[in-house]
């Protein structure tokens, strides 16, 4: 072999091996980006599910009235035949699913709302009611390795 042909070669090597890197580091950034749009959106859509249940009243008893002591609702969740997007209290929320939440640019999020009691000054969960209940806004999708999940607690 003539010492041009082994210098081709050799340079087309390198080249090849530079041009993988390039690549590798390209995808990688890809990667990268999208996973932060995505979690970007999945944050979004739950700040947005929280922001509208705290428009709520705090319980089904100081939806028109005020409330005192601890004497509020024992049951968590939807009261009388109350369905979405009719709710009128934080709790109603519980247990509630948000399926197909469409994004612009990140595709789709299924969310679900738990409330609970917890105590006022340890926020441990409560098994009487209490004038303060956790709200936790669990997000997920296809495209996230992982659950969202964001607390907000809400105090009367």
């Given at each position: 072999m003539s010492d041009h042909l082994i210098t081709i070669i050799g340079a087309m090597v390198?080249?090849?091996?530079?041009a993988y890197s390039t690549n590798r580091a390209i995808i990688n950034?890809?990667?990268?980006?999208?996973y932060i749009e995505?979690?970007?959106a999945a944050v979004s859509v739950t700040q947005s599910i929280i922001s509208?249940?705290?428009?709520?009243?705090?319980?089904?008893k100081t939806v028109n009235s005020t409330v005192t002591g601890n004497s509020f609702s024992v049951i968590l969740g939807p009261d009388g035949g109350e369905t979405y997007p009719n709710f009128d209290d934080i709790d109603d929320y519980n247990?509630?699913?948000f399926n197909n939440i469409?994004?612009?640019?990140?595709?789709?999020f299924n969310s679900s709302v738990k409330?609970?009691?917890v105590d006022p000054t340890s926020l441990v969960t409560s098994s009487v009611p209490t004038k303060t209940k956790k709200i936790t806004v669990s997000t997920y999708s296809n495209n996230l390795p992982d659950t969202i999940k964001i607390n907000y607690y809400s105090s009367y």
């Open positions: 390198l080249f090849s091996l530079l950034s890809t990667d990268r980006n999208l995505y979690l970007t509208e249940i705290k428009t709520k009243a705090f319980d089904e247990g509630y699913v469409n994004t612009k640019y990140a595709g789709t409330v609970i009691y």
